[in-house]
């Protein structure tokens, strides 16, 4: 951890401070304070030792309480501050990781990826409009903030605090019912900051995150979605009302990239699109310009990982070949490494649940040599959290972050 070096250079430093002292108080003084002390050994000795004690007593406490106040918030009985210098030297050393995609699928992998590194790039849509993003979109005309919070708490150095706080709903009051607290924070630092990524940056330095946050684009446009039977609907909120399968989804207006997305998919070691909702977390970020055609050229291993359970009006009945092969219209396979894939059972309370909303478990049908040339990463990566009341099927977040990063070694 390079302790010593920097010790040894401080004691030279003071070293050369006491000698430059002396050169500037002048022999004759320092000779006359020799002559006086050491007519006396015992004297001489006794402040000899009294000032080596004292200075060096004084110089341990000084550091030590300087060290203290720097670290208070540490939680030094569970993690030593030697296990946290290494620990953070580690992550800093960890392969550069962008994640592409939104909502809490996202979210559950950056869990995990900042285990093994703090050089995650997360690349979010910004296309929601419903819920308390969709009002402060409306009302305040900025991107929805609801997607990044998310990616924002998964990355907090304090997560279990800081999701307490920023995942807060109001549960009355006619203008603030329903809006999470975290998303009247990033709107009230995008009107101090005056723009929606600086509010993001400034944000993710108050939550103190592992990584970095940004939005695909910044131009505020909706999802346009041509249907099956001919009918086109718009707007993310209004995709899942239709029982109609989608056929083509396009923007509303062409958007330019966020061009700090664009560079960090370029010099990325590692891209993993998804997990997250097809037609409305992964597929908005591939019709924004040029960011489909960054991963693409990118040198960096690429994955992406389908989806546990089918989707209510969106991926009904679909397999995992089936999310491919609308994944492949907007995206060239011929770049893609890996495929994650669930092989992991739900218990059966949990599947009937999830039946009578009109979902099931994606079935894992991709083998080794399928028509897309990808490899398919076999596993079981089921977990269960508690998501707005409810029990909820969602990847394990170490178990991915693990099989994905292990896959480049």
């Given at each position: 951890m390079r302790i010593k070096r920097w010790g040894l250079l401080g004691i030279f430093s003071g070293l050369m401070v006491g000698f430059s002292l002396i050169l500037l108080i002048g022999g004759k003084r320092i000779g006359g304070l020799y002559d006086l002390l050491s007519s006396s050994p015992v004297y001489y000795y006794l402040t000899a030792a009294v000032a080596l004690l004292g200075g060096f007593l004084g110089l341990v406490w000084a550091v030590s309480r300087l060290a203290l106040s720097v670290t208070a918030p540490l939680d030094f009985l569970n993690n030593p501050?030697?296990?946290?210098?290494?620990?953070?030297?580690?992550?800093?050393?960890?392969?550069?990781?962008?994640?592409?995609?939104?909502?809490?699928?996202?979210?559950?992998?950056?869990?995990?990826?900042?285990?093994?590194?703090?050089?995650?790039?997360?690349?979010?849509?910004?296309?929601?409009?419903?819920?308390?993003?969709?009002?402060?979109?409306?009302?305040?005309?900025?991107?929805?903030?609801?997607?990044?919070?998310?990616?924002?708490?998964?990355?907090?150095?304090?997560?279990?605090?800081?999701?307490?706080?920023?995942?807060?709903?109001?549960?009355?009051?006619?203008?603030?019912?329903?809006?999470?607290?975290?998303?009247?924070?990033?709107?009230?630092?995008?009107?101090?900051?005056?723009?929606?990524?600086?509010?993001?940056?400034?944000?993710?330095?108050?939550?103190?995150?592992?990584?970095?946050?940004?939005?695909?684009?910044?131009?505020?446009?909706?999802?346009?979605?041509?249907?099956?039977?001919?009918?086109?609907?718009?707007?993310?909120?209004?995709?899942?009302?239709?029982?109609?399968?989608?056929?083509?989804?396009?923007?509303?207006?062409?958007?330019?990239?966020?061009?700090?997305?664009?560079?960090?998919?370029?010099?990325?070691?590692?891209?993993?699109?998804?997990?997250?909702?097809?037609?409305?977390?992964?597929?908005?970020?591939?019709?924004?310009?040029?960011?489909?055609?960054a991963i693409e050229e990118s040198s960096g291993k690429k994955f992406y990982v389908a989806n546990i359970m089918t989707e209510p009006g969106e991926t009904d009945g679909f397999s995992v070949t089936d999310h491919l092969r609308v994944l492949e219209s907007y995206l060239n396979f011929s770049s893609l490494d890996y495929v994650v894939v669930n092989v992991g059972k739900v218990n059966q309370e949990l599947l009937d649940r999830y039946a009578r909303e009109g979902a099931e478990l994606v079935e894992p049908d991709l083998v080794d040599d399928n028509e897309y040339g990808v490899k398919p990463l076999l596993d079981n990566l089921v977990d269960t959290v508690e998501l707005e009341g409810k029990r909820t099927v969602k990847h394990n977040a170490e178990r991915l972050a693990k099989l994905v990063l292990s896959s480049i070694d």
């Open positions: 501050p030697s296990n946290l210098i290494l620990k953070s030297r580690l992550l800093d050393r960890g392969p550069k990781v962008v994640t592409i995609g939104g909502g809490t699928g996202l979210s559950v992998l950056l869990r995990g990826l900042k285990q093994y590194t703090s050089n995650i790039t997360a690349v979010v849509t910004v296309m929601d409009d419903g819920g308390s993003s969709g009002r402060l979109r409306r009302e305040m005309d900025m991107l929805p903030p609801g997607d990044i919070r998310n990616c924002l708490i998964a990355l907090a150095d304090d997560e279990s605090r800081m999701s307490k706080i920023f995942q807060h709903r109001f549960e009355n009051g006619s203008e603030l019912e329903g809006h999470s607290l975290g998303n009247l924070i990033i709107a009230g630092v995008e009107q101090i900051e005056g723009s929606f990524d600086r509010a993001i940056e400034e944000t993710s330095k108050l939550l103190n995150i592992r990584g970095r946050v940004i939005p695909s684009t910044l131009k505020n446009t909706n999802l346009v979605a041509r249907l099956e039977g001919g009918e086109v609907v718009s707007g993310e909120s209004s995709l899942s009302d239709n029982p109609e399968r989608i056929e083509k989804l396009e923007l509303e207006e062409e958007a330019p990239p966020y061009q700090p997305a664009i560079e960090e998919i370029r010099s990325a070691d590692v891209i993993v699109l998804g997990p997250g909702s097809l037609f409305t977390s992964l597929i908005p970020n591939l019709l924004v310009n040029r960011v489909g055609k």
